[in-house]
């Protein structure tokens, strides 16, 4: 099964915890850093951030929305959430591929 984003280079982790942070609705950067951290336990530094914001963007998976406050708020466009889906998937197979290989039942006490 060939990727659709295999023409976009490799898929970073902060790509994929911005995607994810998104998926919940828009969020300006200083929300998604502290979204990241609750969901993840991953401390993004701002710069890291709005560099991964950046090629996320000229990708058109995420786009910038009209506000008038300070913070200018982001969201998740539908190329992007096809985007995530499909890496979480990826990230499923492997899951399950590692879980198998290393003897892990999860779940199991």
């Not at 991953?42 to 008038?68: C, K």
């Amino acid at each position: 099964m060939g990727r659709r984003t295999q023409d976009l280079g490799r898929f970073t982790d902060v790509a994929l915890l911005v995607l994810v942070s998104l998926a919940e609705g828009d969020k300006h950067g200083y929300r998604m850093i502290q979204d990241i951290e609750g969901f993840s336990g991953t401390a993004l530094e701002p710069g890291t951030l709005y560099g991964a914001l950046m090629r996320l963007e000229e990708r058109g998976w995420i786009e910038q929305v009209a506000s008038d406050e300070r913070r200018k708020p982001y969201r998740l466009t539908e190329s992007g959430r096809g985007a995530l889906t499909e890496q979480l998937a990826t990230l499923r197979r492997i899951e399950r591929t590692g879980a198998r290989r290393a003897g892990v039942a999860w779940g199991s006490s």
